[in-house]
């Protein structure tokens, strides 16, 4: 009897050559991805908890959500928390999902319709990436905050979706998470308006970090009005689970009703949606950030760091090579210290780094014992 190639595959329990050779070319390269587990003795200068937030022992439920939001793993309780943060982010409504990732998936996969055309940072979150995959707009890059290749990307579009009818949406970070610098918000709001597209700002890495009691960039540049969605995520500064679009309140039912990474999942349990709002009410206290930027300012004077913005709180070092980036973060790993480096495909090809996350708990001790290492 003939076997199938599907058939031999699933029998011999082995990838096909296709998928090896792919692994070994990553592999070759010297940037195959691995997972590395943290001691809890190590100094921490890789996770994203720049609040410590994430250190709370607030006790959680696991109780499950039981079905998704649109059958049982919806309650009261939950709509109250998503208001809570609709008021607090300066928003009409919010819509929690299970993780950023879901939301940037939801969104893009979901709002822009056949048609429209998205025009993205080339630095752009791959969750947002994913999502416009899904879409059936068009998309199209821009140079990472480069204001004149959006506006010779606008200018195209414009011209095209006029006679369409379609519309146009511009998709940024407002800080960015391999590069920790900052979009020019306030020029790129400007664009959008003149050109009548729909602003869509990512604020992952900004939340709890910058503006009125941690409302992020958009807030601190008071462009909040011109901004047709927000995306936050409450497990990087928040120190928590999940994330949230923030928009008007008839984005917020298209989602409900369109938004498959909403829809056809599991809610979280209802204790999870609570402590997304401690954990928000807790990032309210200035001392917190004010700690943080003064471990950047510290740091920043000891070791110069020339790719990220002077605020924030991730700091990047480029490395010429992939294997001098590689030892460089082992060598900090055997010393204690919890360090990412960063390599293609993850950042562009030649832009290996190592990514330095500061936190309001990391002592002036630890921050010399880094860079006394770094150097």
């Given amino acids: 009897m003939l076997i199938s190639i599907r058939e031999k595959w699933l029998l011999s329990k082995e990838m096909q050559p ?10 070759e390269k010297g940037s195959e991805r691995s997972l590395l587990s943290f001691d809890a003795e190590m100094i921490d200068f890789w996770s994203n908890d720049y609040l410590g937030l994430g250190r709370n022992t ?32 300066g928003s009409e409504a919010a819509l929690i999902f299970n993780s950023g990732y879901d939301a940037n998936l939801g969104f893009f996969s979901s709002v822009p319709q056949k048609g429209d055309t998205i025009l993205y940072d080339e ?28 506006e010779k990307r606008l200018t195209s579009s414009a011209a095209t979706d006029s006679m369409t009818s379609g519309t146009i949406f511009v998709a940024v970070e407002s800080l960015y998470s391999m590069d920790g610098d900052v979009a ?51 497990g990087k500064g928040y120190g928590a689970h999940g994330g949230a679009i923030l928009g008007n309140q ?45 471990n950047i300012s510290y740091f920043r004077s000891l070791i110069n760091s020339p790719i990220s913005d002077m605020n924030s709180p991730i700091q990047v070092l480029p490395f010429a090579d992939l294997e001098s980036c590689k030892q460089k973060a082992e060598l900090l790993r055997e010393n204690g210290i919890a360090v990412k480096a960063i390599l293609p495909p993850t950042v562009p090809e030649n832009g290996q780094r190592l990514r330095i996350c500061l936190h309001a708990f990391n002592t002036k001790e630890e921050i010399d014992r880094l860079v006394g290492l770094l150097k």
Avoid: W
């Avoid at 910058?210 to 409450?234: S, V, Y």
């Fill in 18 to 27: 296709k998928f090896l050779q792919l692994l070994q070319q990553r592999i």
């Fill in 58 to 89: 607030n006790e959680v439920s696991l109780k499950s959500g039981s079905g998704s939001r649109l059958i049982s793993g919806n309650s009261k309780r939950i709509e109250a928390v998503e208001r809570f943060l609709a008021n607090h982010f």
């Fill in 123 to 150: 630095l752009i979150h791959a969750s947002v990436r994913d999502g416009m995959r899904l879409s059936f707009a068009k998309s199209f890059s821009f140079l990472h905050n480069d204001l004149e290749s959006l």
């Fill in 184 to 234: 020019p918000l306030k020029e790129i709001a400007d664009l959008c308006e003149r050109y009548n597209a729909l602003l869509v700002v990512d604020e992952a890495h900004a939340g709890a970090i910058f503006g009125n009691n941690g409302t992020g960039l958009c807030n601190e540049t008071g462009i909040t009005d011109k901004i047709f969605a927000r995306l936050f995520t409450f």
């Fill in 250 to 294: 008839q984005l917020r039912q298209f989602l409900v009703n369109f938004a498959r990474s909403f829809i056809y999942t599991t809610a979280l349990p209802e204790a999870f949606y609570e402590h997304v709002e401690s954990q928000v009410e807790s990032s309210f206290s200035s001392d917190l950030r004010n700690q943080l930027q003064e």
